[in-house]
């Protein structure tokens, strides 16, 4: 057989994959392909594909891992993605998409084992891992469908697994299900630092997250008048801290009620129950019913967004201050940095295109939402933004020489 002209010691040492790949280079080198008659080369062929998913299980165990050592900030880089993606030549968006299965294979062990056996394709495990992640006992049947189906098969076979159990279980049920597994545990560092993993229902998650955020902006504009600056996660290790504080000796820095930003069908709101399509969703956090919905009425100040409400192109106000009805407008339109390319959904500031000072008025058609860092290079560094909502340009300084 073709592959016997390859068998290569077991690889106990980094040092030892990396001579293995010199010889996977050398092999690859040397295949007679012209003299080499179909059924060999079909064998090399499964071979070269094992090899492959092998890579991609590689960087699905270590991208996490990386994502947690924040090599990707001490070089520089925004987000641990966009990091994965310039190491690995792929988009950010593909980068992303990595992580996120990643995350999902934690809680699916049968589907990981067969990522790092080579057994499956990363579209298959992708594809497994998010419909068994919101439908767990599900598992098993979609790995023995993989195994017998093509990939278009495994992948209907995913979004019925999805809808159905959308179907059976309901939102209701659904939040249920995640309270009746939730938890709270701790665990300690080498160094002694103390590490707190939870999981939460998708309204307690939101009330929690919306609470630490608004303490941790107060951190961050204190922090930013004196001149000095950390990382984001450090002002929200902050602000959970401080709200321990208020629990315990009352309220340290002061803030209000948490808000949170609920979307939601006209006529799902009317009939009190959401049907087909329509939406019923935290910002940030996801679905929820309806019944969650109304409990976050009494614990948070809510802003509703109704999908037939006020066209926000006829909401406009002169000055630089902006109404609360205009702002959750934008906030509904932008929900992600509108600088191209960038996908920063959070700790997003509105912009003004045409400045205040300029004649600038406070009208949706004049405010974007953006991300700090490309506001910072706007307002210091001299970049702009041109165009109109949904069809906006970046475009460095005259004398941008690059980063």
């Known amino acids: 057989m073709v592959i016997s002209m390859w068998e290569p010691p077991p690889a106990r040492t980094l040092n030892d994959a990396q001579g293995h790949l010199i010889w996977l280079r050398d092999f690859l080198a040397g295949l007679p392909v012209d003299t080499m008659t179909g059924v060999q080369c079909t064998e090399v062929l499964e071979f070269g594909t094992k090899v492959e998913r092998l890579g991609v299980a590689i960087r699905m165990v270590m991208a996490p891992k990386v994502e947690e050592s924040f090599v990707w900030r001490q070089e520089g880089f925004k987000t641990a993605a966009s990091y994965l993606a310039q190491k690995t030549g792929t988009s950010p968006g593909q980068a992303h998409g990595v992580l996120e299965t990643a995350r999902q294979l934690g809680e699916l062990p049968a589907t990981a084992r067969c990522?790092?056996?080579?057994?499956?394709?990363?579209?298959?495990v992708t594809a497994i891992a998010g419909a068994a992640s919101v439908h767990p006992g599900a598992e098993g049947e979609l790995l023995e469908s993989a195994a017998r189906s093509g990939l278009k098969a495994l992948k209907e076979r995913c979004e019925k697994t999805k809808a159905l159990?959308?179907?059976?279980?309901?939102?209701?049920?659904?939040?249920?299900?995640?309270?009746?597994s939730r938890f709270l545990?701790?665990?300690?560092?080498?160094?002694?630092?103390?590490?707190?993993?939870?999981?939460?229902?998708?309204?307690?998650g939101a009330r929690i997250m919306e609470a630490v955020?608004?303490?941790?902006?107060?951190?961050?504009?204190?922090?930013?008048?004196?001149?000095?600056?950390?990382?984001?996660?450090?002002?929200?290790?902050?602000g959970l801290v401080s709200l321990a504080d208020d629990a315990i000796i009352g309220p340290g820095t002061g803030i209000g009620k948490p808000t949170v930003v609920l979307r939601v069908d006209a006529a799902a709101l009317r009939r009190g129950e959401t049907e087909g399509d329509e939406t019923c969703e935290i910002a940030g956090v996801g679905p929820v019913s309806l019944a969650?919905?109304?409990?976050?009425?009494?614990?948070?100040?809510?802003k509703i967004v109704i999908r037939e409400g006020t066209d926000i192109a006829n909401v406009c106000h002169p000055g630089r201050?902006?109404?609360?009805?205009?702002?959750?407008?934008?906030?509904?339109?932008?929900?992600?940095?509108?600088?191209p390319t960038c996908d920063n959904h959070q700790w997003l500031e509105i912009h003004h295109i045409v400045a205040v000072t300029n004649g600038g008025p406070s009208c949706a058609s004049n405010l974007v939402r953006i991300c700090k860092w490309h506001h910072d290079l706007i307002t210091y560094e001299g970049w702009t933004l041109l165009g109109e909502p949904g069809d906006w340009s970046w475009h460095p300084p005259p004398d941008f020489e690059g980063f």
């Open 115 to 124: 990522l790092v056996s080579g057994d499956f394709s990363v579209e298959q």
């Open 165 to 180: 159990a959308s179907f059976e279980n309901g939102e209701r049920a659904r939040e249920n299900a995640i309270r009746k």
């Open 185 to 204: 545990s701790t665990s300690h560092d080498p160094d002694g630092a103390l590490r707190i993993m939870a999981r939460l229902t998708p309204a307690d």
């Open 213 to 238: 955020r608004a303490k941790a902006g107060v951190f961050f504009d204190e922090a930013r008048k004196t001149g000095q600056f950390e990382t984001m996660g450090a002002y929200l290790a902050d």
């Open 292 to 302: 969650t919905a109304r409990r976050l009425l009494g614990d948070s100040f809510v």
């Open 321 to 339: 201050t902006i109404p609360a009805h205009l702002e959750t407008a934008i906030m509904e339109r932008d929900r992600f940095c509108c600088v």
